[in-house]
């Protein structure tokens, strides 16, 4: 199983960026998805998740209504649409698929991991 992040990069304060993940070796739309982030220091903690058809989302208090997650399953792929970027949200950030997902933000829920793209937003 492969699971690899892309589209982080430097970006000002108030832009946007778009990250993707893509797994295969595995079924895909049998995975919940996640991304989840981590700055030096701190602990990973969870942005956002999806369920198997995308029909339902959550996300951590810190980015609603500025980050959205989606995915097509046609193409083994989530996505993570960020907007109104924030100095704090400078992070690595990781995509992550599990079968089962019981607290959303919990990792050790997740079986895959990507390695991870960097998000860093300059003011």
């Known amino acids: 199983v492969q699971v690899m992040e892309s589209g982080g990069g430097l970006v000002q304060a108030g832009g946007s960026l778009r990250l993707s993940c893509t797994a295969s070796?595995?079924?895909?739309?049998?995975?919940?998805l996640s991304w989840f982030r981590q700055s030096p220091g701190k602990e990973r903690e969870g942005v956002a998740c999806?369920?198997?058809?995308?029909?339902?989302?959550r996300y951590a208090d810190s980015v609603q209504g500025r980050f959205t997650i989606s995915r097509d399953n046609a193409k083994n792929t989530v996505y993570l649409q960020m907007n109104s970027l924030k100095v704090e949200d400078t992070a690595m950030y990781y995509c992550?698929?599990?079968?089962?997902?019981?607290?959303?933000?919990?990792?050790?829920?997740?079986?895959?991991w990507g390695q991870g793209t960097q998000v860093t937003v300059s003011s």
């Open positions: 992550a698929a599990g079968p089962w997902v019981g607290v959303w933000d919990r990792k050790e829920e997740y079986t895959y």
């Open positions: 070796g595995l079924i895909f739309e049998n995975y919940h």
């Open positions: 999806i369920d198997r058809r995308g029909s339902s989302t």
